[in-house]
C-alpha cells in the first residue's frame, strides 16, 4: 500500500526567506506527483504536477522536482510570503484507470510578515 | 466558469439519518472522486467513477453510496450516519486518464453526526 509522508508537519520562517518542502512516497510506480495549497475552511487547489517521466516543474515562485527512484519530491518556495501561509499537500497518483491520489498529511506553513 | 460545486457547504443531521451530498462539475471531465478530510489521516479516497453509470469502491467505502446517472453530477449517500463519519467531504474531478490530467477539488461539505 503507497504511503506518502510530508516533512516537516508544521513550518514557520520569516517573510523572504527560500524554502523546501518535502514528500516522500513507499511505491516508486507512480504515474504522476501533485502538490496543492490549502487555505483554512477551503478546497484543495492544485499547484504543479509532475509527470512520472519529468524531473521538476515551475509555476512562478513555485519549483517542484521529483526523484522517483528513490520516492521523494521537494517543493521548493523563493522569497516567501505572508500570502504563501497555507498548508501544502503532496499527493501521487499509480496509474492507469480511475485511481484516485494519495495524500500525505501535508506541512503547515506560516510566514511571519 | 464554475467549475465544481458542492452542496450543502455545511450540514448537521442525527445518527442513523440519511444523507445526501451533491457535487457538480460543469467542465465534462470523465472521472470524479468524493474523499474525506479527517485530523490525523489527511484525505483518503471513497469513491470514484470513470464515467456516468461506472463506480468503484476507493479505499473507505463502508456506509457510503454513490451513483452517476450523469457525466457532471456524482452524489455521495450516507445511508445510516455514524458519528465516525463527521469530516470534511471533497468531491474532485479529472478530465481523463492522461499523465499530465491534473485533478481539481471543490470546496468541500463541513458534516457534523450527532
Known amino acids: 500500500k503507497q504511503e506518502v509522508t510530508q516533512i516537516p508537519a508544521a513550518l514557520s520562517v520569516p517573510e523572504g526567506e527560500n524554502l523546501v518542502l518535502n514528500c516522500s512516497f513507499t511505491d516508486s510506480a507512480i504515474y504522476n506527483l501533485q502538490w496543492f495549497r490549502q487555505d483554512p475552511g477551503k478546497g484543495l487547489t492544485s499547484l504543479l504536477l509532475?509527470?512520472?517521466?519529468?524531473r521538476e516543474q515551475t509555476s512562478g515562485r513555485l519549483n517542484a522536482s521529483l526523484d522517483k527512484s528513490s520516492g521523494r519530491s521537494t517543493l521548493y518556495i523563493a522569497a516567501s510570503q505572508p500570502g504563501d501561509s497555507a498548508t501544502y499537500l503532496c499527493a501521487v497518483r499509480k496509474g492507469g484507470g480511475a485511481d484516485g491520489l494519495t495524500f500525505g498529511k501535508g506541512t503547515h506553513l506560516i510566514i511571519q510578515p | 466558469d464554475a467549475g465544481i460545486t458542492q452542496s450543502p457547504r455545511y450540514k448537521i443531521t442525527e445518527t442513523g439519518r440519511q444523507v445526501t451530498l451533491m457535487c457538480h462539475q460543469t467542465?465534462?471531465?470523465?472521472?470524479m472522486f468524493w474523499y474525506r478530510q479527517d485530523l490525523g489521516h489527511g484525505l483518503r479516497l471513497i469513491y470514484y467513477?470513470?464515467?456516468?453509470?461506472?463506480?468503484d469502491k476507493g479505499e473507505v467505502p463502508d456506509g457510503y453510496v454513490v451513483s452517476r446517472s450523469k457525466t457532471e453530477n456524482f452524489p455521495l449517500t450516507l445511508e445510516s450516519a455514524t458519528r465516525s463519519q463527521t469530516s470534511v467531504y471533497f468531491c474532485?474531478?479529472?478530465?481523463?486518464?492522461?499523465?499530465?490530467?491534473?485533478?481539481?477539488f471543490g470546496p468541500g461539505t463541513r458534516l457534523t453526526v450527532l
Open positions: 467542465w465534462s471531465h470523465s472521472y
Open positions: 467513477s470513470a464515467a456516468a453509470d461506472i463506480t
Open positions: 474532485a474531478s479529472r478530465p481523463g486518464l492522461a499523465s499530465y490530467n491534473e485533478q481539481f
Open positions: 509532475i509527470q512520472s517521466s519529468q
